[in-house]
């Protein structure tokens, strides 16, 4: 009975080896085994199997974020409007963009560092707790003289006989921007002083903006010129958002009866909610928009930000030069020209000239370049030229 079971033993362990050797060898299981290596014979290698979770689990999580990234876009587009409506400051913070200030890292105190070696740097303050910061570029006539000279002697260069020029700049940046300072350099190489600054909020000048706040800071400035000028034409230059504080603060002069000697618009509107529905950002927004008018544009009239020329320029009595080009991709060019066409044929401007430079789309000019233009210093003494003839007439 043992030699039995002993043999039995050792058929059972030949049997196994048997197996084993032909697993090794890739062999088909037999039927003794058909039970349990058959069974283990037809299960993946684990390698395999893992090459065929990797590509459907890659699926699942592209899928998974994309679809997260919609749903998240999808908020933001119906978030947004609503946050803005509910929060008007909002809609006057994109339309001022006054925290925007570029180019950075330059001291507004020095504007010798951007090349105005003939610039002084004042501090003036228009309202209690608020302090605007200006420029006074002297014409290229007293350049050597203004070397070195304190305030003083620059606040007594404007009653000089050389006119000048307060120029108005749009939103974003502060009174150092590069386009800016291209311009004042061109204007006092053609003998005019230019005085501009930042209105409170903006550069380094302290208060909040608002249109009225911004207004009032130009009529502060004005008057500080002409309590220094003496009989010298003053000029007003706006450009962009600048056009809308350049009409209202010349409405009030006309309305008081100290009108400036001419006024100047670069590439104005007609009027800040018309300007903002045109601009390239909401075109395509009114159209895929609905309610866009209720949700974008309402808000900025609520925040009191209107900045109205083309109401303005109705009260207006004085010389009016419009500058605009074509290629305009900021405030379109055809708002510049319907602004003319109401100023042309308003009563107020019946015995004052009334002009519209437009500038070739071929130029390149755009927003801000219209300085570069070789013909603005022919264009400038035509214009201004008769203003001055009928400032002293």
Known sequence: MRK????????????????AAAAAAGAVPGPLDKGCSLRHSLRLP???????????????????????????LLGMYIAIPFLVKLCPAIQ???????????????????????????????????????????????PAALWKNARGKDQLWFEEAL??????????????????????????????????????????????SIGSPSERGMTYDALHVFDWIKARS????VYIWGHSLGTGVATNLVRRLCERETPPDALILESPFTNIREEARSHPFSV???????????FFLDPITTSGIKFANDENVKYISCSL?????????????????????????????????????PFHTDLGYRHKYIYRSPELPRILREFLGKSEHEHHH
């Not at 010798?112 to 420029?135: A, F, K, R, S």
């Not at 003496?230 to 034409?233: A, R």
């Open 4 to 19: 039995r079971n002993e043999s039995v033993t050792v058929e059972h362990e030949r049997a196994a080896a048997a197996a």
């Open 321 to 357: 030069l419009i500058l605009h080009a074509e290629d305009d991709p900021v405030v379109p060019f055809h708002l510049g020209k319907k602004l003319y066409n109401i100023a042309a044929t308003s009563r107020s401007f019946r015995d004052y000239k009334v002009q519209f430079v």
């Open 159 to 204: 009653g000089s006989s050389h006119p000048v020029i307060l120029y108005l700049h749009g939103n974003a940046g502060t009174r150092g921007g590069d386009h800016r300072v291209e311009l004042y350099k061109v204007l006092s190489s053609l003998g005019y002083h230019v005085v501009t600054f930042d209105y409170r909020g903006w550069g380094d």
């Open 230 to 233: 003496g009989d010298n034409p």
């Open 92 to 138: 006057a913070k994109l339309v001022f963009l006054n925290f925007v200030r570029v180019p950075y890292f330059i001291d507004l105190k020095r504007p010798q560092d951007q090349g105005l070696n003939h610039t002084c740097n004042y501090y003036l303050q228009p309202e209690e707790d608020v302090t605007i910061g200006v420029w006074h570029t002297v």
């Open 46 to 72: 684990a390698a395999a199997a893992e090459g065929m979770k990797r590509p459907l689990g890659r699926r699942y999580g592209l899928w998974f974020r994309l679809r997260k990234l919609i749903i998240w």
């Open 284 to 294: 395509a927004s009114t159209q895929y928009f609905p309610g866009f008018d209720w």
